[in-house]
Nanobody, 126 residues
Framework: QAQLVESGGGLVQAGDSLRLSCTDSRGTFSGSSMGWFRRAPGKDREFVATIAGTNALVTYYADSVNGRFVISREDAENKLYLQMDRLKPEDTAVYYC??????????????????WGPGVQVTVSS
């Protein structure tokens, strides 16, 4: 059973919004930094956003999504979210929830040694 499971993906038009959710089924990553990556067809994985474990006000974003995406978490429900607004066709990708016990936001951004969810498809039509 996957420990991190994403949901909320789908097919939308440019300019629309989507909210992705990630459930940490065992509560392992409560208090740890978590984040989102994405992989577009034919491209390498790309860091999207991360949120600190001890202070949810500490967040970092890729330049490509800064100002349009917002990452948040609800540890009481073992949930991580990614609110995506003003979506563009270039946002089309499989989005992955990532985490690692005790990780810092720098570790999340590096992508090293992380646990990954199975991913959820986001498709933005022009």
């Amino acid at each position: 059973q996957a420990q991190l499971v994403e949901s909320g993906g789908g097919l939308v038009q440019a300019g629309d919004s989507l909210r992705l959710s990630c459930t940490d089924s065992r509560g392992t990553f409560s208090g740890s930094s978590m984040g989102w990556f994405r992989r577009a067809p034919g491209k390498d994985r790309e860091f999207v956003a991360t949120i600190a474990g001890t202070n949810a006000l500490v967040t970092y974003y890729a330049d490509s999504v800064n100002g349009r995406f917002v990452i948040s978490r609800e540890d009481a429900e073992n949930k991580l979210y990614l609110q995506m607004d003003r979506l563009k066709p270039e946002d089309t990708a499989v989005y992955y929830c990532v985490a690692r016990p005790g990780a810092s936001t720098a570790t999340i951004r590096s992508g090293d040694g992380l646990s990954w969810g199975p991913g959820v498809q986001v498709t933005v039509s022009s």
